[in-house]
């Protein structure tokens, strides 16, 4: 076992990793000349690096890791299923009981008719079964010219071919040549970057109906479905105003369109719910989950679909899917976590404990002259950073130039945040303690602290 006592020197890691080692949204040159910080191990909402040194983990991993690390027993679970059936598939008539167990789980846990579950390996091909599956649902309904699918600019929903032409990032569009076809994006409701002069409410009904007018446009018999998270998470934990997804879902139900709620990061608790469909209020035909469903012990992901579109998928063959579909080990690993969130109360202890602390903890930070808006839903939160608190103004520099700043000074401060443009996210393990938040909170507002000294020295704390 490699351990932080016998491993490699970490300069020689290092190097081994930039020779080899290609990280996903990161530039290389960048990576590889500061060298990755190597993680060798974790136990709770603890991580350590390969130099011996413990950081707090602000984000779960990458929003997954919600049962804290280390839990042996989804480690017996793993090792258990790998022994018994390491592998089968379930394409051709057949089926095992990771994989029919998880289902029936997630029927029971899932709201409203929502009994019907697609497996994939994560979020993003759970998407592009999505897009696969909503086009051929209206197909087979004798509407096969209904293929439109209306998303939302920055929206997160993958990385695949799929799954990132349905997210709004204009970045990947960029890369690669997507959207595919038949993808069609509004605005997001993101009040305080775009919100204006309106109060949030009016801005939560104006965003909503621009999916009507959208519908319109298109034409509401070309119009298949829509996709949203509940809250945004990779777009910078974007909480809607409260007037914004009954609006949606008002606007879904008149024109019978599907909706999908991509459930990856709120799904499992993160909001003290279920799901984020719950804290939302909306009754979602799909949802898409990922992340939180293993904890991020091992990968899978789902769709979970309503009675009435298995049905009419069911009537043909559908033809698709992924070997690894409900692979019996991470179906075991899957169950093994979702009884831990229900034995141990988990979603209590975000509702009731965590939750309300790190909301009155977070909400202090408002006050730092860096800070806009400090905003958190469950264990989930988000900063603005800006030079202006009063005209919500962005930075004269680059978006994303000050956040990086600020997250560079929270991991030499030992927590992790990430930025995503001048925001600051964090998702914690829902394990984490009170003790926890407050050592978290008290670094990030000294990293803050240290990222306002560094921006005036350079001049760059004014605005555009
Ligand atoms: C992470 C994420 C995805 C993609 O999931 P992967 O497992 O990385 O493929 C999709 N949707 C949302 C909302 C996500 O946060």
């Given amino acids: 076992m490699t351990t932080v006592a016998n491993h490699l020197p970490t300069t020689e890691l290092q190097a081994i990793d930039a020779a080899h080692h290609m990280h996903p949204f990161t530039t290389g040159k960048e990576i590889n000349e500061n060298g990755a910080r190597i993680i060798t191990s974790a136990k709770g909402v603890w991580l350590k690096d390969s130099e011996g040194q413990e950081i707090l983990d602000g ?252 049905k009419v998928i069911g009537d043909t063959e559908f033809n698709h899917g992924y070997t690894y579909s409900g692979h019996p080990v991470a179906c075991a690993v899957a169950l093994e976590n979702l009884r831990i969130l229900e034995e141990e109360n988990v979603l209590e202890h975000v509702r009731n404990v965590a939750g309300p602390h790190l909301k009155k903890r977070w909400e202090e930070l408002a006050e730092h002259p860096l800070v806009g808006e400090a905003r958190v839903e469950g264990l989930m939160g988000s900063i603005a950073l800006t030079p202006d608190k009063a005209t919500r103004a962005p930075f004269a520099a680059d978006a994303g130039t000050v956040g990086y700043i600020c997250r560079e000074r929270c991991f030499a401060n030992n927590i992790v945040m990430r930025h995503v443009g001048d925001r600051m996210v964090i998702a914690p393990p829902l394990v984490i303690t009170c003790e926890e938040i407050d050592i978290f909170v008290d670094r990030a507002r000294k990293s803050l602290d240290e990222c306002l000294e560094k921006i005036r020295a350079d001049g760059i704390f004014k605005a555009a």
């Fill in 59 to 310: 984000m779960a991993g990458l929003w997954c890791v919600n049962i804290g690390y280390g839990r042996p027993e989804i480690a017996d679970v793993a090792a258990r299923q790998m022994r018994e059936l390491p592998f089968y598939n379930t394409f051709f008539q057949t089926s095992h009981v990771p994989a029919l167990m998880l289902a029936k789980k997630l029927a029971e846990l899932a709201p409203g008719d929502l009994n019907h579950v697609f497996f994939a390996n994560g979020g993003s091909d759970a998407n592009d079964t999505n897009i696969r599956m909503v086009r051929t649902y209206w197909a087979e309904k004798d509407q096969p010219e209904r293929d439109v699918i209306i998303s939302r600019w920055n929206g997160y929903h993958g990385s695949t071919i799929g799954g990132a032409s349905l997210g709004g990032m204009k970045g990947m569009h960029a890369q690669g040549g997507l959207p595919i076809p038949g993808i069609e994006f509004i605005d997001e409701p993101n009040w305080w970057a775009e919100g204006g002069d309106q109060t949030p409410e009016e801005f939560g009904l104006a965003r909503a109906r621009q999916l009507e007018e959208k519908i319109k446009e298109i034409g509401p018999e070309k119009v298949a479905a829509f996709i949203g998270e509940p809250i945004q998470g990779a777009g910078g934990v974007i909480i809607p105003p409260a007037t914004y997804w009954p609006e949606i879902q008002r606007i879904c139900d008149k024109y019978g369109i599907l909706l999908i709620a991509d459930e990856v990061i709120c799904g499992f608790g993160r909001t003290g719910n279920w799901f984020g469909s719950q804290t939302m209020g909306i009754k979602p035909d799909i949802m898409t989950v990922a992340k939180g469903l293993s904890a991020g012990y091992v990968p899978i992901g789902a769709s979970i679909v309503s009675d009435e579109i298995a």
